[in-house]
């Protein structure tokens, strides 16, 4: 295993951000942390990354103790974290460089693996440019060659794609692809279900710091079920004439009063929403919206652990 | 060992090359004591009499007021770098624990000592003057850089502490009462009762009294056994300051995963 981890526990003061998390990664996996703010996924990635002590369980990277062994793991260990973590004045190579030296390659060593990465990321054009003048994206990328300049095993990605555009997220997880069939295990935490979907073959979801839910992405998606159906009427008079319509093709329906919204899960997307719209088109009912999408995040949650997720 | 001191030196390296991308800064943080000497030394300085003319007693007191603000920078380094997760870069990586903090101090002694000189330079332009002899003189530069070391903890201490923005620029002002608070301007006799102790026991002003001797420029006699051993606390204040707050620096650091 690339990571183990038992009962990993950790407190802030009185809150138990992270409580009892198992885990386990395969060389050549990415497995997806997956959950809403707060839900302690960055407190994991700290504690195996070494830089927080866990109050409570065990965790190996590479096959080293986390907290007995912490200078072996860092030698097979890369971490990108949320914030692009390089020094904004200098220039990319520079960047790279001084990372390499030290992670203890020479200084020639150092310089190759640098042109190496810059050249894999598509940075060779601003490689002697300050960081500052760098997009988004570019930093980002650079962060995550940062993270690779010791050819990691286990790559530890916290919520990486957080404020890209979407062909910055793309780029990400290419490279990310890239990694993995070479033999790295990668960590990656993330908020977006797509993310995951893309990109992992097993996922755990945090809720509050506990697991709520693990298996494969499909796994996952079976079990928090099928597609919504939103109605929103225009006469909130409307709404039970409108639930009533909903509940001929669906299982649950919620109301939503402010919103003079009806939601529904629905199974079999077009006959459901042929119908609805026909019902209540027929009963004279004035639409103002029906959107048919994905359940959000908030619902995954609301599905996994039968309560509402707190703001963080 | 030599882990430790490669490592160190790369994150030297890493200020050096600071200064080699953004020249102007450089430049400006030159400019600034000399700016402040100007201003203390020929707008207010004619109001203020001095035996021995007043840019004779300013000048030892500038040097060590911009050894002391040397505090400043010191802790924003630090604080942007934990802001900015930079911090937690190195300590992922298997570098040598203690590079981090040593290669700061190293970069910080060396943005000093040429701070130093050039303002050593600006000194003798404006009228300032060596009088006790080269040996006395680089005694006196050995006292402000000992000021310099001991303050450069105090900042890696506090950046380490204090996180946020709030917390440097509460430092910044603050450190602008603390070095007023000396003799580096005027003579602490000058001063109410209360506050002339309260001067004559800071720091600064055993380091501005002990440089003033050394280069043979005016002092203003003051009673009490801090003003009578001048030079001994020169080297005992921050001899003490260096150790406590090395040592505070270096435990909150091992105890950052904590």
């Keep these: 295993m690339a990571i183990r981890a038992t009962g990993l526990t950790r407190r802030y003061g009185e809150t138990t951000v992270l409580d009892g998390l198992d885990l386990s990664v395969e060389p050549g996996t990415v497995h997806g942390l997956l959950g809403p703010n707060g839900a302690g996924k960055t407190t994991a990635v700290r504690i195996l990354s070494t830089l927080l002590d866990p109050h409570g369980g065990t965790a190996s990277v590479a096959g080293y103790d986390v907290v007995t062994q912490s200078a072996q793991v860092r030698r097979h260990l890369g971490l990108v974290g949320q914030h692009a973590a390089v020094d904004e004045i200098l220039g990319g190579r520079d960047n790279l460089v001084m990372f390499g030296r030290l992670s203890h390659l020479g200084t020639r060593q150092a310089r190759h693996r640098a042109d190496e990465l810059l050249e894999q990321f598509d940075l060779l054009d601003a490689a002697d440019r300050s960081v500052s003048t760098y997009s988004g994206g570019m930093r980002r990328r650079l962060d995550l060659a940062a993270g690779l300049v010791l050819d990691p095993t286990v790559l530890l990605l916290d919520e990486p794609t957080t404020g890209l555009d979407p062909g910055g997220r793309r780029e990400v997880w290419q490279a990310v692809r890239a990694l993995v069939a070479g033999g790295t295990a990668v960590l990656l935490t993330t908020q977006y279900l797509e993310e995951v979907d893309q990109l992992a073959s097993q996922v755990t979801v945090l809720n509050h710091g506990r697991v709520a839910a693990e298996g494969t992405p499909d796994a996952l998606k079976a079990s928090i079920g099928q597609d919504r159906l939103d109605v929103v009427v225009r006469d909130e008079a409307d709404l039970p004439a409108a639930q009533t319509a909903l509940r001929a093709v669906a299982g649950d329906t919620e109301v939503d009063l402010d919103g003079r919204r009806v939601t529904a899960t629905v199974t079999d997307r077009v006959a459901a929403l042929t119908h609805v719209v026909r019902t209540l088109d027929d009963a004279g009912i004035v639409v103002d919206d029906v959107i048919l999408r994905r359940p959000t995040l908030d619902e995954v949650f609301l599905h996994l652990t039968g309560s509402t997720k707190e703001a963080s | ?258």
């Design chain 2, 1 to 258: 060992m030599t882990w430790a001191l490669r490592d160190s030196w790369t994150v030297t390296l890493r200020d050096l090359g600071h200064w080699r991308r953004q020249p102007w800064d450089v430049l400006i943080g030159l400019a600034f004591p000399i700016l402040l000497l100007l201003m203390f030394g020929f707008l207010l300085g004619g109001a203020i009499d001095v035996p021995g003319g007043y840019i004779e007693f300013l000048f030892p007191g500038m040097l060590a007021v911009t050894m002391a603000f040397g505090l400043e920078s010191t802790m924003t380094a630090v604080s942007q770098d934990v802001q900015r997760g930079v911090t937690d870069r190195f300590r992922s990586l298997p570098m040598s624990r203690g590079a981090v903090l040593l290669g700061r101090s190293t970069a910080d002694m060396l943005a000093s000592v040429v701070g130093l000189a050039v303002l050593l330079v600006a000194g003798l332009v404006i009228g300032w003057r060596i009088h006790e002899g080269i040996g006395n003189a680089l005694a006196a530069v050995a006292l402000l850089l000992l000021l310099r070391f001991a303050f450069l903890w105090v900042g890696i201490y506090l950046g380490l502490v204090f996180r946020g923005q709030g917390g440097v620029m509460a430092v910044q002002i603050l450190v602008w009462p603390f070095v007023f608070l000396s003799n580096a301007f005027v003579p602490i006799s000058t001063m109410p009762g209360w506050l002339e102790t309260l001067s004559a026991w800071n720091p600064v002003t055993a380091t501005v009294a002990a440089t003033r001797e050394l280069f043979g420029n005016p002092t203003v006699a003051a009673s009490g056994w801090a003003s009578e051993n001048v030079v001994l606390l020169a080297v005992v204040w921050p001899v003490v300051l260096s150790a406590v707050f090395a040592t505070l620096a270096v435990r909150r650091w091992a105890h950052l995963g904590r």
